[in-house]
């Protein structure tokens, strides 16, 4: 698998010194199959993997975007009966291993819930990747799933996911873990900076300052 990846990522490389520029994944594909890219990188969004994994330094914000997915759902991990999230982690199912975005833990017991971030800002999950993860959970025997995206699901998807207990969860896609909008289950949740007021002679003087991580 590692010797595959390695491949992947010389093929991308070489093509992008040839073009110049970062391939497409289009253009990637004609010199190395899709087929070969997924058995080699699992779960979605392979070639921004891949991309990632080949040091292109725009893929920082895939790389934010799962953190972030994880922070808020540690916060939030009550409300989705969990209690607590892990971070990215290869699962063996029974077909093969999975490497996935993070993972749950159910409360009071030892099921887990497979979790996708997954910040595509130009369309909504459609059926085929809400199809994708149902079957990654079925392979691992999970107890569900939970995809974050920013736009939520097509309605084929949402078909998929209330099959197959998958809860949508929608998060910004410039959400940091002090300023954020989230939504699932009907609801939204607002995270702002903190703001430190300060009064200087007659009227008040706001200072907004970003709150720090402990």
């Not at 991308?12 to 004609?30: C, I, V």
């Not at 909504?124 to 392979?139: M, P, S, T, V, Y």
Request: with cysteine.
């Amino acid at each position: 698998m590692e010797e595959l990846i390695q491949k992947a990522i010389d093929e991308y490389n070489a093509l992008k010194e040839k073009l110049g520029k970062q391939p497409s994944s289009r253009e990637f594909f004609k010199v190395f199959s899709k087929r070969r890219l997924y058995e080699a990188i699992e779960g979605g969004n392979a070639y921004s993997k891949l991309q990632d994994l080949a040091g292109d330094t725009d893929m920082a914000e895939w790389r934010t975007y799962e953190e972030v997915t994880r922070f808020l759902l540690n916060k939030f991990s009550e409300k989705f009966e969990l209690s607590k999230v892990e971070g990215k982690q290869i699962l063996v199912g029974a077909s093969t291993e999975w490497r996935v975005d993070a993972k749950g833990i159910r409360e009071g017991s030892e099921s887990i819930v497979i979790i996708e971030a997954r910040r595509h800002t130009k369309s909504k999950q459609n059926q085929e990747q809400l199809g994708a993860l149902a079957f990654r959970i079925h392979d691992v025997g999970a107890d569900g799933g939970i995809i974050v995206s920013p736009l939520g699901l097509q309605s084929g998807a949402k078909k998929v996911a209330d099959a197959n207990n998958i809860v949508s969860v929608q998060i910004d896609a410039n959400s940091t873990v002090e300023g954020f909008a989230m939504k699932f289950f009907g609801d939204l949740y607002i995270g702002v900076p903190c703001a430190e007021i300060k009064l200087t002679g007659h009227a008040p003087t706001v200072v907004v300052s970003e709150s720090k991580k402990a």
